[in-house]
């Protein structure tokens, strides 16, 4: 079965540092990963999503990750956070064989930033 | 386009009541699906519906039925609340694609149960 990890469940930052926020997949076969945010009574939005291909994505609002395999890993990056940035973060795989079964979540990581 | 719509926003219910979440996606997506949020867990998926007609049982169904009425609309219904089932519920859907796609998730709706 397919499991997400996000180590840290609160990370702060202080605002115009950079960010990572780290997330560890187990997966049979290459996954679909994705980030989302959710900023506090809303849902959840997506930030970017891996498929194949380039191992680097660039997605919404600054951010990108990057799909390590060896390490089964895809670490969100942010050069430099704005307060908006203060949110929950959370890591998601999907199945890559062509079903329709739902993403399974890692339980999520707090963001706070700091003025 | 709304996108995908989830009422009530608010809900509580004494033990033993019953209620349905309603859920509907003006984005032609064929699956849908219904996750309960929990402080420290994450999502977890409680049932889906690959296509009109179908539906299956995710990670926790225990206490949920849910009904695929239409294309659009998918609806959760506890026939029975207990307080375990206090949570922030969220309907997504996704496009039709080799796997799963991008989920778009509604704005949730908050239940409590006493």
């Known amino acids: 079965a397919q499991s997400v990890t996000q180590p840290d469940i609160h990370i702060t930052v202080s605002e115009g540092a950079s960010l990572e926020l780290r997330c560890n997949y187990s997966y049979g076969a290459t996954p679909y990963l994705f980030w989302y945010v959710q900023s506090p009574g809303q849902g959840l939005q997506l930030l970017l999503k891996?498929?194949?291909?380039?191992?680097l994505v660039q997605g919404i609002k600054g951010f990108e990750a990057e799909f390590k395999r060896s390490q089964s890993s895809f670490n969100l990056r942010k050069p430099s956070v704005h307060w908006s940035d203060a949110a929950e973060y959370f890591c998601?795989?999907?199945?890559?064989?062509?079903?329709?079964?739902?993403?399974?979540f890692g339980k999520g990581t707090h963001l706070i930033i700091q003025p | 386009n709304a996108g995908v719509t989830q009422t009530p926003k608010f809900q509580v219910l004494k033990t033993g009541q019953s209620m349905t979440l309603q859920c509907a996606q003006d984005?032609?997506?064929?699956?849908m699906y219904w996750y309960r949020q929990d402080p420290g867990m994450g999502l977890r998926l409680i049932y889906y519906s690959a296509s009109e007609g179908t539906t299956d049982k995710g990670e926790v169904p225990n206490g949920y039925n849910v009904s695929r009425l239409n294309k659009r609309e998918f609806s959760l219904r506890l026939e029975s609340a207990a307080p375990s089932q206090t949570s922030v519920y969220f309907c997504?859907?996704?496009?039709?694609?080799?796997?799963?796609?991008?989920?778009?998730f509604g704005p949730g709706t908050r239940l409590t149960v006493l």
């Open positions: 997504a859907s996704s496009p039709p694609a080799g796997g799963p796609g991008e989920q778009f």
């Open positions: 891996y498929f194949s291909g380039d191992t």
């Open positions: 984005m032609n997506h064929n699956s």
């Open positions: 998601a795989v999907g199945d890559s064989g062509g079903g329709a079964d739902g993403l399974t």
